[in-house]
């Protein structure tokens, strides 16, 4: 349980030549954008670096430089002086790698997750950071990596996604000041945004219909939340990924405290993320009381069971910590009520 | 036609006493953030200041502090020494405050669009500047105002809409410096974007869903459009300042080169935007074909007529644009194409 220092973890990059670095399942842009930057960089004080996750890049992140570094899963052979995780609280969040990780001769933690577990041989956590690829400027600043566009452009990346475009929370200055390092490497922040948010295909959006359809309020508590279903994935052509960021619909309402969003996955199970608009609401709590996780405005878990299932369960919870700490603010009702969309489109 | 120099506006401002300051019909974050931190920032000199707009500001932008510098348009009387506008490219875009303009002892012209007209005695127009609030940021920093939260709020509002999140190609490092100063008062990124981006309701949200039903591809020019007519709004209980922002559905398609929404509005006229995804489509040029102006990347216009002829002419108009530079690039088809929505749920 103990988070080294910046200095410590920069001298173990130091010491070690031969690395394999991965990220959560499902990658975003966080996790991609900083183990592409830290891989460029680690490959300029040349180390050898392979990045392989457990699953695929979203398409929307495709367009980032990899020379080369980036090989399937399936593609792994042989050992590593280093395993580097990227984004992740806990070791079964590099998914199908892990079996990768326990055959290297140690691991570093990389993560701004406040409940990380801190199960690397050296650990960098830090919940101050907007976003790991804030903490990858650091250590390769350290390191004396000389930046350059393809490292600026990917820890742009990790930026701009982690902070919602630097409108969330976590945003301070000090991402600021990094970005204004990084488009001095030339980044465009205009074709970065392009291509990570403007990607979209009528399918994706027709599931942002379906997604809009589903959308309920209790407005008592001030929570709303969306829907998706396997059907719905199958219909519009889309996949998981797709549906990255329609919470947001939900958490965008006036009065709303708490957005969440139910998504069917394959095997019977329920993904759900939750999002809380204040900070007396911290919704890792329900997260982890789901045996998931993340941070105090936004986290996740995952429940076996069918979706009515496991929104009955997951509502009743939210209910009860609201409750909880509802005495220190005013309940206002949400304007608009559970059903006013749904008794019409459904 | 002249344009004068910041130090030359900086004088102006010194020299006179009594203000009334306008920004332009149905107004913006950057026309709201300017003009009051403007205001707060010569109300800080001592000069009197006065604000007020043809139209109200819309409900996301009454979080905005104002101080009593806010007046109803009806309220105006008497004569000011300056009158300055804000964010408007032509007089007649500050819409019914142009009487009290006329009235004036002179006029100051604060803009950032190059199709500006220089109607002004005193005339500071920089289309390099990302929004009007990097301008009075730079004319408050020369006057030697101090700034404090206020101000700094009303900058960050709008640097933050005229950047679309610091997304927009107008964004410089410039930008992110200001926006480092700013919140060194004080300003809170993730309260501003609650207040300006997330006040949503059920009603706005119905609208979206209505626009994405309306969604249609030319695949062959890469040209997307919604529409909303009249009976959108008057279902859902929504006017025209909830339908902002939702060009950026189309604009966000793959492939696409042109976005373009029409909403119908009172008095049988439709306001058309227009967003170009290529620096080889000048749409500012469209634009001004409808007697419409704004930017290269994003431009507007205003038309007589019913939806369906308006969308006839202007899809007309775009496509010849479209093909007179598309030497330059090669046009790509656009996954889906038009109708697929329609066809399914009109």
């Known amino acids: 349980m103990k988070n080294n220092s910046l200095k410590e973890i920069v001298r173990a990059f130091r ?21 592409l930057a830290l891989g460029f960089g680690l490959k300029k004080l040349g180390k050898k670096v392979t990045i392989a996750n457990s699953d ?7 367009f980032l430089p990899c020379d080369g570094m980036l090989k399937n899963r399936e593609e792994i052979k ?21 079996k990768v990780f326990l055959k290297s001769g140690r691991i570093i933690n990389l993560d701004h997750h406040m409940s990380n ?73 205009s074709e970065v945004n392009q291509n990570v948010y403007e990607v979209s295909s009528l399918g994706k959006i027709q599931l942002l219909g379906r997604a ?33 960021g329609i919470i947001n619909y939900a958490r965008s309402i006036k009065g709303v405290n708490i957005a969440i969003s139910f998504t069917e996955i394959h095997g019977e199970r329920v993904k759900i993320s939750f999002r809380s608009k204040r900070n007396e609401i911290d919704v890792n709590k329900i997260a982890l009381f789901f045996a998931g996780g993340g941070h105090k405005r936004a986290s996740g878990a995952l429940q076996k069971g069918t979706v009515n299932e496991v929104k009955e369960k997951v509502l009743k919870k939210t209910i009860e910590v609201i409750k909880s700490v509802s005495a220190g603010f005013k309940l206002k009702p949400v304007l608009g009520a559970c059903g006013t969309l749904t008794k019409k489109k459904r």
Not at 78 to 98: F, I, Q
Not at 166 to 186: A, C, D, P, Q
């Open 212 to 244: 809009i359809n589903s959308l309920c309020i209790d407005e008592r508590y001030g929570i709303a939340w969306t829907v998706l279903a396997k059907k719905d994935f199958e219909d519009t052509g889309t996949n998981y990924s797709d549906s990255e």
């Open 56 to 62: 695929p890049f979203p398409a929307n992140y495709e």
């Open 15 to 35: 010491k070690y030549d031969n690395y394999i670095l991965s990220t959560h399942i499902s990658p975003d842009g966080d996790g991609i954008g900083s183990e």
């Open 78 to 98: 042989g050992s590593y002086d280093v395993a580097v995780s990227l984004e992740c609280p806990g070791l079964d969040r590099v998914g199908k790698m892990k």
């Open 117 to 189: 577990e801190f199960f690397g041989d050296y650990n960098y956590v830090d919940d101050g950071s907007a976003a790991v690829g804030e903490q990858v400027f650091d250590i390769l600043f350290e390191l004396g990596v000389k930046l350059d566009l393809n490292i600026a452009t990917c820890l742009y990346t990790s930026l701009l996604t982690d902070t919602g475009s630097f409108s969330y929370s976590n945003t301070t200055r000090r991402t600021h000041e990094i970005v204004i390092e990084l488009m001095k490497y030339g980044v465009n922040p």
